[in-house]
């Protein structure tokens, strides 16, 4: 009698595991792997958390003191209404004034007296001045020549007053260009010699029984004419705070 034919093995697919192996756990599951971040997503330390908190709680510590620094002056300014003082000319005079021509150069010699006239605009404070150097001039670019310096002594100045300041300088025998001096005489003669009177001191205020601070100060009174001086005028100076 013939064989029955035989059945063809089947062949098992690729990765196939047998559920019966004693290899292999029913309901066993492999762990999964942790996940790999990147350093941008690790915990920082609370060091770095710390300085932060301090960093925020200073910025608040100095916007609120800056706050209230705003504040008060704010209430300063609209409680006191503060004014610069005012400056001006008030006289100019020139009680000698020679040109000498010398073999060997031109010479000037003149005595000037300048009244400054210095006024305390404000109602609710008082201004304190400490000593003061007072520069005076005549002519201008380069014909400018100095005649000297004379320092105030220090002075204070009460709410709403004013008061005069008398300046003297000379020069003695000061040599100049030929043509400067010859140019300075003949604006002389016609009364229309620039005039300039400079003047460096320190300022402090008065509030209230207290002395607050003192600043520099400079003031510059520049191209005045005897003229305009002798006509009444009384031009208003140039002031410029913190510069001395």
């Known amino acids: 009698m013939s064989e029955p034919p035989l059945k063809p093995v089947l062949q098992k697919p690729p990765g196939y595991k047998d559920p019966n192996s004693p290899g292999v756990?029913?309901?066993?599951?492999?762990?999964?792997?942790?996940?790999?971040?990147?350093?941008?997503?690790?915990?920082?330390?609370?060091s770095s958390s710390c300085c932060r908190v301090c960093c925020c709680c200073f910025c608040i510590f100095f916007l609120i003191l800056f706050l209230l620094l705003v504040i008060c002056g704010a209430v300063f300014y609209l409680w006191f209404d503060p004014k610069l003082p005012g400056f001006h000319v008030q006289s100019f005079r020139i009680s000698r004034f020679n040109v000498t021509?010398?073999?060997?150069?031109?010479?000037?010699?003149?005595?000037t007296t300048t009244r400054i006239e210095v006024k305390n605009p404000n109602a609710k404070m008082t201004y304190y001045y400490g000593d003061t150097a007072v520069d005076v001039s005549i002519g201008e670019g380069g014909?400018?020549?100095?005649?000297g310096t004379t320092t105030v002594p220090e002075f204070s100045l009460g709410k709403q007053k004013t008061t005069s300041l008398k300046v003297e300088t000379k020069a003695s025998n000061k040599l100049v260009v030929d043509g400067v001096g010859d140019r300075l005489q003949t604006r002389y003669r016609s009364k229309s010699l620039p005039v300039n009177v400079e003047a460096r001191t320190k300022v402090g205020l008065g509030v209230a029984g207290l002395k607050i601070g003192m600043v520099g100060l400079t003031v510059k009174c520049d191209g005045i004419t005897m003229k305009e001086l002798e006509g009444g005028d009384m031009p208003k100076c140039v002031i410029n705070v913190l510069r001395w």
Do not use: I, M, N
């Open 25 to 46: 756990q029913p309901g066993f599951r492999p762990r999964p792997r942790k996940p790999v971040l990147p350093p941008s997503f690790h915990p920082k330390k609370k």
């Open 101 to 111: 021509k010398k073999p060997d150069g031109t010479y000037l010699d003149a005595a």
């Open 143 to 147: 014909d400018e020549t100095e005649l």
